[in-house]
């Protein structure tokens, strides 16, 4: 179960589009509710650790940023470990990590205990399971890909609405350290989904001895695959990918950090406040997956990168707009388009890149897309914070996030129409159901199918072509 050559992609395995691929749909589903919601979900324990350890709210919510920080910062490490030991164990040994983490931090004595146990420990669990999860997601999937990326996108909303009741539920009976505890138990199931990420197996041809000898010596030959492929940098798209995704999450996760604040600001109550994060995760239950539907179409997938730039211009100008908001029903409408652009930018963002770089370096491109974007996460909503602290405005903050925003959305799409260029040399690639089809495998097609004509042929008309030739 230990090596890259059980988990890596056969290059004769073509992606089944379903069958066990729905499982891993599912696992992935599950890990990527896990993932994102659960930084956020634990925010309902700080004022219970506020009055047992004696500190601000500012010292609880670095928890929520230490878990960000290890998701995205340790994907070069998770590229790594997925290229040396494969999918599978990886996301088996993060589960017990992310479940360790939190049976540990239910008995910390001091908040330092609990940035290490909940932030560090649980966060390196989440982290080895998120991106492999992604990884197999690209191997099963091809033509319906999108799709799979939208539904697994989904589990983050979903996740959110379930766990943020049940650790107020837990809260309640059994007090923080029991709720830590039961959490920790059901971080456990990420094992169960990592059980269900079977690696794709080449179909076995009829071999001599012979043959075997000759294709054994050729892997011998065959150089050892890179732990971490740095050549994805030599890609203009993929570059601009990044540099365009390191500023869209500088501002894409301030508003519903600040959205509650802004409207108890207002003079709303708590909970009306905390309804809007209710109403915009709803609405992105349903957006991803139907954006993911619409970017598999013949005619739009090839297009992708173009409407993720608008999904992205849709976030910004929503944050924009939403500045001018005076009363609770603008928060509300705010709200409603912030979930159906964040839903198009979740199920989006991950189905571009594997696009541009393709599946054999999007393991390594997905690492290192997530460190660049964990440095912008981390300076992101503190900087808000901080302009909030400065004008006491939150007009300025939701500007500012706008701003941002819109302005990666113009460098992916200027930066794709001005610098990526088709060669007038390249042979173009051929769509199949919205999937691109390489000329090779298109003119071994046509092989086939001349070699069939040929032996349908009578002997006699195969002869005199033969004397002919």
């Known amino acids: 179960m230990g090596g890259a050559v059980v988990d890596d992609e056969p290059s004769d395995v073509k992606a089944p589009d379903g069958g066990w691929g729905w499982a891993v749909l599912a696992g992935g589903f599950v890990i990527t509710g896990f993932s994102y919601a659960f930084p956020k979900a ?16 500012s010292d609880c919510a670095w928890i929520s940023s230490i878990l960000l920080a290890m998701l995205y910062g340790t994907g070069p490490l998770c590229s790594v470990l997925v290229n040396k030991f494969g999918c599978r164990p990886v996301m088996m040994v993060g589960g017990l990590f992310a479940s360790l983490g939190m049976v540990l931090a239910s008995l910390a004595t001091s908040i330092i205990h609990i940035y290490i146990c909940t932030g560090v420990i649980t966060g390196l669990g989440l982290a080895l399971n998120f991106q492999p999860s992604l990884i197999m997601l690209n191997r099963y999937f091809s033509e319906k890909r999108p799709l799979a990326n939208g539904l697994s996108a989904a589990g983050s909303p979903v996740a959110l609405c379930c ?14 350290r029991g709720g830590f505890l039961i959490l920790g138990g059901l971080l456990l199931n990420c094992c169960a989904c990592g059980a269900l990420m079977r690696p794709l197996v080449g179909p076995k041809k009829p071999q001599d001895q012979e043959l075997q000898a000759v294709g ?34 500088l501002g894409l996760f301030v508003p519903p950090v600040f959205v509650v604040s802004y409207a108890k600001e207002m003079g709303n109550e708590d909970t ?22 619409i970017a598999g179409m013949k005619w739009v997938r090839p297009r992708c990168v173009y409407l993720f730039s608008f999904a992205i211009l849709f976030n910004g100008i929503t944050d924009v707009i939403s500045s001018q908001a005076t009363d609770y029903p603008g928060l509300v409408v705010f709200c409603i388009f912030f979930g159906l652009s964040y839903g198009m930018v979740g199920a989006l963002q991950f189905e571009v890149l594997m696009a541009i770089v393709g599946t054999k ?30 004008t006491h405005n939150y007009m300025y903050v939701f500007l500012l996030a706008g701003c941002e925003v819109i302005l990666a959305s113009i460098v992916i799409c200027m930066g794709n129409f001005l610098c990526i260029k088709k060669k007038p040399d390249e042979p173009e690639a051929h769509l199949k159901n919205g999937a691109p089809v390489e000329m090779e495998k298109l003119n071994s097609l046509l092989e086939a199918e001349g070699g069939e004509h040929e032996r349908a042929q009578p002997a006699g008309v195969r002869g005199g072509a033969a004397e002919a030739k």
Do not use: N
Request: aromatic letters at 12%; glycine letters at 10%; charged letters at 20%.
């Open 42 to 57: 634990v925010s309902v324990f700080f004022k219970e650790l506020i009055r047992e350890f004696g500190v601000g709210y």
């Open 163 to 176: 766990l943020s009741p049940l650790g107020q539920v837990l809260q309640y009976h059994y007090g923080w």
């Open 216 to 249: 054994e010596a050729e892997r011998k030959l065959k150089p050892k695959k890179k732990l971490l492929d740095f050549s994805v940098f030599k890609d203009r798209g993929f570059l601009i990918y990044a540099i365009a995704a390191s500023i869209m999450v």
């Open 272 to 293: 009306k406040s905390a309804l809007l994060l209710t109403i915009l995760g709803f609405i992105d239950i349903f957006a991803r997956p139907t954006c993911g539907l």
């Open 361 to 390: 370096k999007f393991s390594s491109a997905l690492g290192l897309v997530l460190l660049m974007e964990a440095i912008a996460v981390l300076v992101g909503p503190p900087g808000a914070g901080r302009l909030l602290d400065a």
